[in-house]
């Protein structure tokens, strides 16, 4: 008989975290691991940013395994597909709801798994209709991607976005999480890195404490936000997690 392998998490113990920004989209990538087999996970990587994140990834000691996208973006190409091609094993993950091709497809109550640490995935649509967020196993902190962004949300007018939806994605997968859980979002545009997401509860002027779902549906139809420049080639590529179309 031979024992089974299973891992303790000491009590306490943080999730490895680097947080990595991209100027040219504004975009935060997320690097995620267990200390103890240094396991990983890269969330909303960029593809002019692959060869950074792949110093970043030797000089932590990481093993990465998934390349985990929050959505289908629409502001630049994600990194994954790019990856894949330099690290042997490596899969893209996106949500079965975006509609995109990647070697796994997630959906809400799935957990992803890095040596025996894990982040588990909430549907958040309202950006996108396959948009996830990800709240970290000691629900420490959460990856909005661009459901909640910090005194902000993303926009709701393109790629099946929906204002209704993403008021009751906020207050329903992401306000439910304890005040103290620190918010990590897919972009900001003004230099903010993390919220405590019961300042964006009390704060948030689009979905803070007094605002309806009506005054929001307002606030979106008057955003008034021009389109993302690289749309066009992003959103095609991103349905394809950045694989180049062969055909
Ligand atoms: N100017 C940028 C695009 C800016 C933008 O539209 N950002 C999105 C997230 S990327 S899909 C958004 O939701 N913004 C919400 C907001 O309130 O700013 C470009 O040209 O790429
Ligand atoms: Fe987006």
Not at 70 to 82: P, Y
Not at 181 to 208: C, F, M, Q, W
Not at 218 to 232: A, F, H, V
Request: net charge negative; charged share 25%.
């Amino acid at each position: 008989m031979t024992a089974g392998k299973g891992s303790i998490v000491k009590a306490g113990e943080a999730m490895g975290f680097k947080q990595l920004f991209d100027d040219d989209s504004s975009t935060y990538t997320y690097l995620l691991w267990d200390p103890s087999t240094k396991d990983a996970i890269i969330v909303d990587p960029v593809d002019i940013q692959v060869d950074r994140d792949l110093k970043e990834i030797e000089s932590l000691g990481l093993n990465l395994v998934y390349g985990v996208n929050t959505h289908a973006h629409a502001d630049h190409i994600t990194g994954t597909g790019l990856l894949k091609t330099k690290i042997d094993g490596f899969q893209s993950v996106i949500s079965d709801a975006s509609g995109a091709k990647a070697d796994i497809k997630i959906g809400p109550g799935d957990k992803i798994v890095f040596g025996s640490r894990s982040i588990s995935v909430r549907a958040t649509p309202g950006h996108t209709e396959g948009c996830l967020s990800y709240v970290a196993d000691d629900e420490s902190f959460v990856l909005t991607g661009d459901t909640l962004l910090i005194q902000g949300c993303g926009r709701t007018d393109f790629q099946g976005g929906s204002a209704e939806k993403l008021y009751n994605s906020v207050h329903s997968q992401l306000f439910t999480l304890p005040d103290e859980t620190i918010v990590y979002p897919a972009h900001d545009y003004k230099g903010r890195t993390s919220a405590k997401l019961g300042d964006e509860k009390k704060t948030n002027p689009r979905l803070g404490e007094g605002k309806t779902e009506s005054d929001f549906v307002e606030i979106m139809k008057n955003l008034n936000l021009s389109y993302p420049k690289k749309i066009d080639v992003a959103v095609p590529a991103n349905m394809r997690c950045g694989v180049p179309d062969v055909e």
